[in-house]
């Protein structure tokens, strides 16, 4: 995703050098993880309100039944219908 810092930046240290390539294996892993959950929703034929709701749970790992409302300008009763599908498919706890 980013370029490699050692490129033109031969100031940094191997210990930079070693937390920038630690940090570049965080970002893809996540975005391979996101990946993968969102090739779950597609192949289970869920409505685009799963992935919408995967997305927000990416940027903050934390929601509530109003909060999921509000993302997915839905009833709680929908939100919280969203919400015990992720935690069916395993991807979310109470």
């Known amino acids: 995703m980013f370029s490699d810092p050692s490129i033109g930046c031969s100031e940094l240290t ?49 929601i509530t039944i109003g909060r999921a409302g509000q993302v997915l300008s839905v009833t709680p009763a929908t939100a919280s219908a969203n919400i015990r599908r992720l935690q069916r498919l395993g991807w979310s706890r109470k």
């Open 14 to 62: 191997s210990s930079c050098r070693n937390r920038w390539l630690d940090s570049q294996r965080l970002i893809d892993g996540l975005l391979a993880l996101r990946e993968r959950y969102h090739e779950q929703v597609r192949s289970a034929r869920s409505s685009g309100l799963l992935a919408t709701l995967l997305d927000e749970l990416f940027r903050v790992p934390s």
